[in-house]
């Protein structure tokens, strides 16, 4: 089964950039003598997404669906990657304010980034779904939940301080739905960490055997920006690490668009506007605009006015007089206008010129109403 869309963006246009032939099936499980005779080698292909620039394995049924069940990568029997690890832990806790905070780390693996993070004055959670694995993390006091990391934990939403996650996305085929499910059980600003190993550095030393079947992505700080902003995030700060071995991204939650409110409210906008100008020509007061720009003229487009209820536009661009508003079909005319055709009504669109337009009607002597349109339709100066 070929992988024909990008596992970031979706984007079906991939690009081959190189073809691994007789690569290992994977690296992590070592064979026993008896398994020799049914071991092959497999054919790789890397591919670039030509949208987010994601690096991807072309092919991703050579990942098998349960491999990490029993799924054992012990990293921490090295002296500098403890240290290392120490540092970016202690670096999280304080910068990011999580001394006593709750930390889940997504595959906890045996535990060693969680036993940092306590040290340091977090409460973590480790998610782990290999028990071979995780039971090296509980032998270290870490309190370790065997799952995936899915929507379908059983963690109040909106109540995690900070999520990380070490040494996992690059196995991802669904990075998404993992950022998803991060975005779900954080609070509101609370702080997401992903480290992956860096693509950049593969490229620029030859590393080709940096592409195995075990890692699925390939990331560069561009393609893990894109991953992190797509997934409502704000990067808070992206890094080489581990002498240029890693990339690690910090994020925060977003506060939610208003997206709900600002659909809901636009007919209860419209029909404001409406209404009140309906009002205004019902006590048969002529209206006009100021401010023949894109607001002013969406607005009358979109609320349905034409030049039998809008007199005129008026607007001190000289280029746009004698010309017509789009939609509206009502005629755009210079300041001058006012003084020999008046209105009783003047209804601001160009809120950036407010000032500058109130002078001008002043010194023109106008007499009429002022209306401006934001946030709703309001009048600010009565007949003189
Ligand atoms: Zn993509």
């Known amino acids: 089964m070929k992988n024909h869309k990008c596992i970031l963006c979706e984007c079906e246009n991939l690009v081959t950039i190189l073809k691994i032939d007789g690569a290992p099936i994977n690296i992590q499980k070592l064979l026993k003598k008896n398994e020799l005779e049914e071991d ?3 054919n790789l292909s890397l591919v670039r997404c030509t949208a987010c620039n994601l690096y991807q394995l072309g092919d991703l049924s050579v990942v098998p669906e349960d491999y990490y069940e029993d799924y054992i990568m012990t990293t921490s029997f ?3 990657i403890n240290l290392y690890i120490e540092e970016l832990a202690k670096t999280l806790i304080e910068k990011y304010d999580l001394n006593k905070k709750i930390i889940y780390e997504i595959g906890c693996g045996d535990g060693i980034f969680c036993e940092y993070l306590n040290k340091h004055g977090a409460q973590t959670v480790g998610i782990e779904p290999s028990a071979a694995f995780g039971k090296f993390a509980e032998e270290k006091g870490i309190t370790v939940v065997y799952e995936y990391f899915t929507e379908n934990l059983s963690i109040p939403k909106n109540s995690v301080d900070a999520i990380v996650s070490r040494a996992v996305f690059e196995h991802l085929k669904n990075p998404n739905e993992v950022l998803k499910a991060m975005h779900k059980f954080l609070r509101e600003d609370g702080i997401g960490l992903i480290e992956v190993p860096s693509f950049e550095k593969a490229i620029k030393f030859d590393r080709y055997y940096d592409i195995f079947a075990d890692h699925v992505a390939y990331y560069t700080k561009e393609s893990l920006v894109h991953l992190v902003t797509r997934n409502n995030f704000k990067v808070l700060d992206i890094f080489d690490s581990y002498n240029n071995e ?5 994020f925060k939650k977003t506060a939610p668009l208003e997206e709900s409110r600002f659909k809901s409210e636009f007919d209860i906008y419209k029909e ?3 209404t009140k100008v309906r009002n205004l020509i019902s006590e048969n007061k002529s209206i006009s605009m100021w401010g023949a720009g894109g607001k002013g003229l969406a607005l009358l487009s979109m609320c349905d006015f034409d030049s039998k209820s809008i007199k005129y536009i008026i607007d001190s661009d ?4 004698g010309k017509y508003s789009p939609g509206s ?3 755009i005319f210079s ?15 160009a809120m950036a010129y407010e000032k500058e337009i109130l002078k001008h009607l002043e010194d023109i002597n106008f007499k009429g109403e002022i209306y401006v349109i934001s946030p709703r339709l309001t009048k600010i100066r009565g007949r003189i």
């Open 40 to 42: 092959h080698k497999i």
């Open 78 to 80: 090295s002296k500098q």
């Open 246 to 250: 890693f990339l690690v991204i910090i």
């Open 272 to 274: 404001d506007f409406n």
């Open 318 to 321: 000289t280029k746009k007089i």
């Open 329 to 331: 079909h009502i005629e």
């Open 335 to 349: 300041p001058e206008k006012i003084k020999s055709d008046q209105t009783d009504v003047i209804i601001l669109s």
